[in-house]
T-cell receptor
């Protein structure tokens, strides 16, 4: 059983389209995250939810909207996709919101290519 | 703002040699320092971590050291093997904070 699973694994789309990436964790964790990894492998937090409530919202364009229907799911919807959105997006989860107390578990990533 | 610098960006070693990756953090309140390994096509995975009340921690071939005064911490891999080839990330966080700040990553190549 995959602990943190993301779908799709690959996403190729045209500029201007709207797309969603789904994430589910079966670890019973309270906290979930979205990270963006650019072509140089730099890993940056985008959003974090704890018990379905937003606790981190970094400087991310409004075109990105996370949604957490329940503690086990955190989806990412992106409107009006731009070339610069091309990256690998990682979902992660942890037992609680404090990274100094809770190990983060990452999904395998979704490689988004905007043409 | 909070920042973690990581060096080198690329490291190539011969199988059996040691590899050392170094990181520096800017927020003196940081007290937890995990290291992640990312293999090709996979997400990062925690391999070892260290807290600020400890100067060194070892787990088989992997060790981490922390110098709080200098705000430096390092990852040491001994007797490297080809399967150690991956991208390694250092990171820092603090009690009461919600964010983990990652270094830029080190791509390690272990040549057989």
């Amino acid at each position: 059983d995959t602990a943190v699973s993301q779908t799709p694994k690959y996403l190729v789309t045209q500029m201007g389209n709207d797309k969603s990436i789904k994430c589910e964790q079966n670890l019973g964790h309270d906290t979930m995250y979205w990270y963006k990894q650019d072509s140089k492998k730099f890993l940056k937090i985008m959003f974090s939810y704890n018990n379905k409530e937003l606790i981190i919202n970094e400087t991310v364009p409004n075109r990105f909207s996370p949604k957490s229907p329940d503690k086990a799911h955190l989806n990412l919807h992106i409107n009006s996709l731009e070339l610069g959105d091309s990256a690998v997006y990682f979902c992660a989860s942890s037992q609680g919101p404090s990274p100094s107390k809770n190990i983060q578990y990452f999904g395998a990533g979704t490689r988004l290519s905007v043409l | 703002g909070e920042n973690v610098e990581q060096h080198p960006s690329t490291l190539s070693v011969q199988e059996g040699d040691s590899a050392v990756i170094k990181c520096t953090y800017s927020d003196s309140a940081s007290n937890y320092f995990p290291w992640y390994k990312q293999e090709l096509g996979k997400g990062p995975q925690l391999i070892i971590d260290i807290r600020s009340n400890v100067g060194e921690k070892k787990d088989q071939r992997i060790a981490v050291t922390l110098n709080k005064t200098a705000k430096h911490f390092s990852l040491h891999i001994t007797e490297t093997q080809p399967e150690d080839s991956a991208v390694y990330f250092c990171a820092a966080s603090k009690t009461g904070g919600f964010k983990t700040i990652f270094g830029a990553g080190t791509r390690l190549f272990v040549k057989a």
